[in-house]
């Protein structure tokens, strides 16, 4: 798998890239201390990357991006694959804009390359889940030179906008709730559109607070930096990883006694969420807060 380039040689390119990231971060990057993080998924929001607008230009973008599917909708019926099909020629052309005023359009996270790299050459799995299409977001990859250090992108099936962060799991082993809790991390900036609820169980019995660890960034911003940059990710999964002896789940379940943790350079609070929208699902466990240490 991986992310798809527009020829065999960009193709090639990024493999061997991967690959030389891979074998220098096993030899030169890992310290004794740092855990091997080979069998760890993160699924990682779109937005937590790129795509950080001008407010207005985002806006307007948002509210286009709608239009233009319920329209399609509208002309070929809900459901349809040709309602995708549609919709991606309709990105092309938005993309061209993109393209021509890169400055004003798209801009990475703060920390974004640093902590892709840092996850890859512990040996992670890092995977972007969107509702945007695929072919869409790889060219925004490209641009930013993020592409290398993606290993996929999972966007929606045809005829459909929903995020597939089940699929993305169960793609890459996780196919068993122990292993998704064990095993995977989930980013975002918002806790109700953000998080993979296709892996969280119902809410039954003692099993409140067995999901996936949701890692909460500040919102992004295009014209200013965010609070904690992204790089502040491979360092809370580090320690996840040692206070669980390799379990996420049950790292944050032994940090969460206190409630609030730091890393070499960042502090975090812990909590267990439950929104209002999904009383059917156990309430989830989510790092927040996160700020640079003085």
């Known amino acids: 798998?991986?992310?798809?380039?527009?020829?065999?040689?960009?193709?090639?390119?990024?493999?061997?890239?991967?690959?030389?990231?891979?074998?220098?971060?096993?030899?030169?990057?890992?310290?004794?201390?740092?855990?091997?993080?080979?069998?760890?998924?993160?699924?990682?929001?779109n937005d937590?990357?790129?795509?950080?607008?001008?407010?207005?230009?985002?806006?307007?973008?948002?509210?286009?991006?709608?239009?233009?599917?319920?329209?399609f909708e509208n002309e070929y019926g809900s459901g349809n694959p040709k309602?995708?099909?549609?919709?991606?020629?309709?990105?092309?052309?938005?993309?061209?804009?993109?393209?021509?005023?890169?400055?004003?359009?798209?801009?990475?996270?703060?920390?974004?390359?640093?902590?892709?790299?840092?996850?890859l050459s512990s040996g992670a799995t890092t995977i972007v889940v969107t509702k945007g299409a695929k072919p869409y977001t790889q060219k925004c990859f490209n641009l930013t030179g993020l592409s290398p250090l993606i290993k996929d992108i999972y966007s929606p099936a045809p005829g459909r906008r929903?995020?597939?962060?089940?699929?993305?799991?169960?793609?890459?082993?996780?196919?068993?709730?122990?292993?998704?809790f064990k095993d995977t991390v989930v980013v975002g900036h918002d806790l109700d559109k953000d998080m993979a609820w296709d892996l969280v169980p119902a809410r039954e019995g003692?099993?409140?607070?067995?999901?996936?660890?949701?890692?909460?960034?500040?919102?992004?911003?295009?014209?200013?930096?965010?609070?904690?940059?992204?790089?502040?990710l491979p360092e809370i999964i580090d320690v996840l990883a040692k206070?669980?002896?390799?379990?996420?789940?049950?790292?944050?379940?032994?940090?969460?006694k206190k409630q609030k943790a730091s890393t070499k350079n960042y502090s975090f609070k812990l909590a267990l969420y439950h929104t209002p929208k999904r009383k059917d699902k156990t309430r989830i466990p989510v790092i927040f807060d996160i700020k640079r240490r003085a």
């Open 1 to 45: 798998m991986g992310i798809e380039n527009t020829t065999d040689k960009e193709s090639f390119f990024r493999r061997i890239t991967r690959k030389v990231w891979g074998i220098t971060g096993r030899l030169f990057g890992r310290s004794p201390e740092s855990p091997d993080l080979h069998d760890k998924i993160i699924l990682l929001d």
């Open 48 to 71: 937590e990357l790129l795509l950080v607008w001008e407010k207005e230009l985002r806006e307007i973008r948002i509210q286009k991006e709608e239009e233009a599917w319920v329209y």
């Open 83 to 119: 309602v995708t099909e549609e919709f991606l020629k309709w990105q092309e052309k938005l993309y061209e804009h993109i393209e021509k005023e890169k400055d004003r359009f798209l801009k990475e996270r703060q920390g974004s390359k640093e902590a892709l790299d840092k996850l």
């Open 162 to 180: 929903d995020k597939r962060f089940a699929d993305a799991a169960h793609d890459y082993g996780k196919k068993n709730p122990w292993l998704c």
């Open 206 to 232: 003692d099993n409140d607070g067995k999901a996936p660890v949701f890692v909460l960034f500040d919102t992004l911003a295009f014209e200013k930096d965010v609070d904690a940059p992204l790089d502040a």
């Open 243 to 256: 206070k669980g002896e390799n379990n996420i789940l049950d790292g944050f379940k032994n940090l969460y």
